[in-house]
């Protein structure tokens, strides 16, 4: 049973450009949160997706969208770049709501974004 | 809003002893779910274990145990018999529970603790 997989795991990107990162959630899941963590920091939540519809949003400005296909995989995009957006972006999954253990989220390992 | 603190930025341990990290965290919540993580170099957060705040028992995970005072909102996490291979960041989290019929809710961190276990 493969994981939360994303990608890509790393990716060099310069001010102003744009960015799409990609998730894929554990089988069974429905639902993916997008969470970012700068260097030395804890994990931030950015937003989460479910019934492809964003749910729930963190303290992120409107340059930060995602989306949800119907198989349930997620893309965060970024838009007009800032140096301060180089981080590791974590995407986390879990199991429909009263199924599996309440609360927990399965990470994948990141995809590292660096911004020169 | 809730917030969680981990005091601890390093910690170190020889194998095979005991250590603790400690979390505390403020909510007005009566009902939620605590939470610690490992990040290990690999990056990928490994849940440890959960404990859900309506539960008085402290939860257990083999060589892991928390130390869950609702009152004083701490939950600490001690590591017994430490392994080479617990050497990571750890993170301590806080959720709560999703609405009925909603989603799951969203984790909010602390800072980390890098927990170094030497030979």
């Known amino acids: 049973d493969a994981g939360v997989t994303q990608s890509p795991t790393h990716l060099i990107k310069t001010r102003g450009q744009q960015v799409t990162l990609r998730c894929s959630p554990k089988?069974?899941?429905?639902?993916v949160s997008w969470y970012q963590q700068a260097l030395g920091q804890g994990p931030q939540f950015i937003f989460q997706y479910y019934e492809e519809e964003e749910r729930q949003r963190g303290n992120f400005p409107d340059r930060f969208s995602g989306h949800q296909f119907p198989n349930y995989s997620s893309e965060l995009n970024v838009n007009a770049l800032l140096l301060g957006d180089s981080a590791l972006y974590l995407c986390?999954?879990?199991?429909?709501?009263?199924?599996?253990?309440?609360?927990?989220?399965?990470f994948g390992e990141g995809s590292r974004l660096t911004v020169l | 809003a809730q917030t969680v603190t981990q005091s601890q930025p390093e910690m170190s341990v020889q194998e095979a002893e005991t250590v603790t990290l400690s979390c505390t965290y403020d909510t007005s919540e009566s009902n939620y779910y605590l939470f610690w993580y490992k990040q290990p170099p690999s990056r990928q957060m490994i849940l440890v274990i959960r404990?859900?705040?309506?539960?008085?028992q402290n939860a257990t995970e083999n060589r892991f145990s928390v130390n869950f005072q609702k009152a004083a909102k701490s939950f600490s996490l001690k590591i017994s018999d430490s392994q080479l291979g617990d050497t990571a960041m750890y993170f301590c989290a806080f959720m709560k529970p999703p609405a009925l019929g909603g989603s799951q809710g969203n984790l909010i961190f602390g800072k980390g603790t890098k927990l170094s276990v030497k030979p």
């Open positions: 986390a999954s879990s199991a429909p709501t009263g199924t599996g253990i309440a609360g927990e989220l399965f």
């Open positions: 089988s069974g899941h429905d639902t």
């Open positions: 404990q859900e705040a309506y539960k008085q």
